[in-house]
């Protein structure tokens, strides 16, 4: 095929692209503007033209799909859907906003400058890059909700097409869309996206498990569907029955819902047995409550089955925050197997489907639910009146806010306040006033005396005590919930912190003086090296704060200073059992987007077998699926791809990933730890012991043994060669007669 041939194929292929777009947009309910989109997608092709993306496509399919999904997916109308055709002009062409402005009216040059400051600028030396675009993202807000809903359109179609990127940006793009896009997604009310964001990003982050997860899950589908047609059928005859309009389909759990599930309860594949759920949406009679309709084919379907006492969530009489309406209901079906059903209104899917934009079609009639994103957005533009927030904080204090708020917390005089699930005492305590919060000693849930962690119920009425004397402590970070008692808590801790630290200093002057140290200014770089590998801190600050508390006994400073200032790493085992993956092309510099960069963030390493550090948050073993941090002393952690600390580097310093894989070495021990659960058997117990012990010839490190009522749990740290090895001996104590769970667990 001639150059010219293929340049003619390209253009026939980007217009049947386009006149896509356009006839989905004829078929929505907006005004019929094709000529301004029109406009806009001459304008973005003439722009892009002769650029292409790192899968060698040219560039405008990209701006093209992003309006498509702006479009079908979202449900936005011309404003949107232009300047989703235009969103990457003024960063990678010669146009300005004012060029846009101009020739689209300032609407959509107001739009698509939020998305271009979104991928450019710094807000401070210290932050990175990927948080600093964050908080911008979400500053946009303020402006215009529909540049965060076209940037999350933009995000959704890069992971789409992510195939084409060198494995350390997989990396990076993935964990920011875990880490922050999808649970966006959700908080906005964009549901099916927020489900492909986080299916994407387990593909990319962990291949291996999610082509198992997809494989069971293709494997059992037509069981399953039989199973599911034996559950509908007598529902759908019920509902035809009585005269009520509906279409009721299957629901098929994601594979990253599936992972989550097995990983948060221990469980292996075989033991998930909500995979296939039920969706019925209804279209009201004129004139009739919806509510009350939901309720008749709650009633039905309960009639035919039975309900799960503890698992019915009524989302209709009081919405989630982003808007989300339905009635759940999870029953017992034919088979033996829970399934549940979620019961909607043709408004509530509509709404459950694309979110803000078919929720503001609707807000004229249902205004409550309104009100309740108008206080999230509230919330989060609280978060932006602080000019002096580092970028990295704020995103960890927003990506808090992105959880629904479901609890309904009463104060002693009856007035309610809506808290996430979750929340504590010390939270509810924060939500009634900073002073409250902070003097927070203990509360009376219900005329109960409770703890500050103590975690509340829907319902629940509180009545907060305090004392003058009493501050905040770091371990109550551990368990807040929501953005205003983390950040009150950590600015009280950061005062008192320094005040600590000045005290502290104070009472060491004193007592180094006392030994007859003659310090001048401030205390010498040695000196502080000796007293901290003598006192075993690796901070400073930390030896000051300890100090100031009376938890170091300053009666041995003599024989501190008296070391001679050698330093000595001590390992466990050194690791040399990586490699550089070498299986990309090289990096040429390309963007999120595929277009060329000066400043290429991903970079390729050559490095020494002793660079490499294991973490000890998710301890893997070899064959894991692993990456790599590079740290500023040019060291590398290795992480499993699925430990939350990894997921979290990979959205925040995306720079500093390294692409790794095992290599093949000699045999070498590694530490794994296994929870073992059960009906409590001597017999048992003495099996286990063969099977690590005899059969597999494995080294036990340590192990705790306890019973309750009959139950044991056993927790155990064996030495063994990789993964393949645990795997195994979870399956073989799996099939012992008397064991309920096994599972390899992290610290």
């Keep these: 095929m001639s150059k010219q041939q293929r340049a003619e194929k390209e253009n026939e292929f980007i217009e049947q692209s386009f006149n896509r777009l356009l006839n989905d947009y004829l078929a929505s309910p907006h005004g019929k503007k094709t000529d301004i989109i029109k406009k806009a ?9 002769g650029i292409r993306r790192l899968s060698g496509e040219p560039y405008i399919l990209h701006p093209i799909a992003v309006a498509e999904i702006v479009c079908k997916e979202i449900g936005l109308g011309s404003t949107s859907i232009c300047a989703a055709l235009l969103h990457d002009v003024v960063e990678d062409t010669e146009y300005t906003v004012e060029d846009i402005r101009n020739i689209f009216g300032d609407k959509i040059a107001l739009i698509v400058d939020g998305l271009t400051k979104i991928s450019g600028g710094v807000f ?20 215009d909700i529909r540049v965060v809903l076209i940037k999350i359109a933009d995000r959704l179609h890069n992971m789409r097409t992510l195939d084409a990127q060198p494995t350390e940006k997989q990396y990076k793009i993935a964990g920011e869309t875990e880490y922050i896009y999808a649970p966006l997604a959700h908080r906005l009310g964009l549901f099916e996206i927020k489900t492909e964001l986080e299916n994407l990003t387990f593909k990319y982050n962990s291949p291996q498990e999610y082509n198992y997860i997809q494989q069971r899950v293709d494997t059992e589908k037509a069981r399953r569907m039989q199973i599911y047609d034996r559950f509908a059928l007598p529902i759908m005859n019920k509902l035809n029955a009585v005269g009520i309009q509906f279409v009721m389909k299957e629901r098929i759990k994601s594979a990253y819902s599936i992972w989550k599930k097995m990983h948060k309860k221990h469980i292996p594949f075989e033991e998930i047995y909500d995979i296939v759920g039920s969706r019925i949406v209804f279209t009201p009679k004129p004139g009739s409550d919806e ?24 989302w209709i009489s009081t919405p989630k925050t982003n808007g989300y309406e339905a009635l759940h209901v999870t029953v017992m079906g034919p088979d033996g197997f829970w399934i549940e059903v979620q019961i909607r209104s043709k408004r509530m899917d509509d709404i459950a489907e694309k979110g803000l934009a078919a929720h503001w079609n609707y807000k004229k009639d249902y205004s409550a639910s309104e009100s309740r994103i108008e206080e999230w957005l509230n ?19 927003f990506k808090l806010a992105l959880y629904d708020a479901e609890l309904m917390i009463f104060t002693p005089d009856g007035e309610m306040k809506t808290m996430p699930a979750g929340s504590t005492v010390l939270d509810f305590a924060y939500e009634s006033g900073e002073d409250n919060g902070r003097h927070c000693m203990a509360a009376k849930v219900n005329n109960k005396l409770v703890p500050v962690n103590h975690i509340l119920h829907s319902g629940d009425q509180v009545e907060i005590i305090t004392s003058v004397q009493k501050e905040p402590l770091p371990e ?40 007859g140290c003659k310090i001048k ?20 600050d930390h030896l000051l704060e300890d100090i100031k508390k009376h938890n170091v006994d300053l009666s041995d400073l003599k024989n501190a200073l008296k070391q001679k200032n050698d330093i000595f790493t001590l ?24 277009t060329e960069s000066k400043n290429p963030e991903c970079r390729h390493y050559t490095e020494t077998e002793n660079d490499f550090v294991i973490a000890k948050c998710c301890n893997p073993l070899p064959g894991d699926e692993i990456v790599g941090f590079k740290g500023t002393d040019g060291q590398i952690t290795i992480h499993r791809t699925d430990c939350d600390h990894a997921m979290k580097e990979m959205a925040q310093n995306g720079t500093n990933i390294v692409a790794v894989e095992w290599e093949n070495r000699t045999m070498q021990y590694f530490p794994a730890k296994l929870e073992i659960k059960g009906i409590e058997n001597p017999e048992t117990f003495r099996k286990i012991i063969l099977e690590l012990t005899g059969k597999m010839h494995v080294n036990i490190q340590k192990l705790t043994y306890n019973t309750l009522d009959g139950i044991f749990e056993m927790r155990t740290i064996i030495r063994v060669f990789n993964s393949d090895m645990i795997t195994r001996i979870c399956e073989d104590i799996k099939n012992m007669d008397g064991i309920s769970n096994v599972s390899r667990i992290e610290d």
């Excluded at 401070?124 to 402006?143: D, P, R, V, W, Y």
């Excluded at 309720?295 to 039975?306: D, L, R």
């Excluded at 200014?521 to 400073?540: A, C, E, H, M």
């Excluded at 085992?573 to 595929?594: H, L, M, V």
Aim: contains cysteine; charged residues 30%; neutral net charge.
């Design 476 to 515: 109550y970070l551990a368990f807040v919930s929501t953005v205003k008692a983390k950040e009150h808590i950590t600015a009280a801790l950061k005062e008192n912190a320094v005040k600590d630290r000045a005290e502290g200093e104070t009472m060491l002057l004193k007592e180094l003086e006392s030994t």
């Design 41 to 49: 997608f001459t304008f973005a092709k003439n722009a892009h033209e």
């Design 521 to 540: 200014d401030k205390i010498p770089q040695p000196v502080k090296n000796k007293l901290l590998r003598f006192y075993g801190y690796d901070s400073y």
């Design 291 to 314: 509510r009350e309709e939901c309720w008749k084919i709650y009633n039905i379907i309960t009639q035919i089955y039975t309900p799960h006492p503890d698992r019915t969530r009524d």
């Design 379 to 397: 919330t989060v533009n609280e978060l932006l009146k602080k000019p002096d927030s580092d970028a990295m904080e704020f995103l960890d204090t």
């Design 571 to 594: 390992q466990f085992w050194t690791p040399n059992i990586f490699k550089k993956k070498n299986t990309d092309k090289p990096e040429n510099g390309g963007n999120a987007n595929g």
């Design 124 to 143: 401070g030396t210290h932050a990175s890059l990927q948080a600093e675009n964050f908080k911008k993202l979400i500053i946009t807000m303020n402006q």
